[in-house]
């Protein structure tokens, strides 16, 4: 079965810098886009950030672009988010999830808090 599996998350000052990993396992990880998605307290689920199964496009959010680098190694099938610059408005707990479409996804992780806090 499809397991995506989030690290990297913790409390980070405002400026800072984070880089979540997610692992994944179950299903032919080069064939399919990723994206990242997040929920911050008591909001729905946002999408951040998008990539296609080569990893040679990517797609963000506009509250996160220029701040947020989304990458994959397929030989390792391993998903990840660069995130600096990090404000307290991109606290949430973080998800990486297989995609159908840009902002469309299958299958999410248990996810992995991010806390943006001084």
């Known amino acids: 079965q499809v397991q995506l599996v989030e690290s990297g998350g913790g409390l980070v000052q405002p400026g800072g810098s984070l880089r979540l990993s997610c692992a994944a396992s179950?299903?032919?990880?080069?064939?399919?886009?990723m994206s990242w998605v997040r929920q911050a307290p008591g909001k729905g689920l946002e999408w951040v950030s998008h990539?296609?199964?080569?990893?040679?496009?990517?797609y963000y959010a506009d509250s996160v672009k220029g701040r947020f680098t989304i990458s994959r190694d397929n030989a390792k099938n391993m998903l990840y988010l660069q995130m600096n610059d990090l404000k307290p408005a991109d606290t949430a707990v973080y998800y990486c999830?297989?995609?159908?479409?840009?902002?469309?996804?299958?299958?999410r992780g248990q996810g992995t808090q991010v806390t943006v806090s001084s």
């Open positions: 179950g299903f032919t990880y080069s064939n399919y886009a």
């Open positions: 999830a297989r995609a159908y479409s840009i902002g469309g996804y299958s299958d």
């Open positions: 990539i296609n199964s080569p990893g040679s496009r990517t």
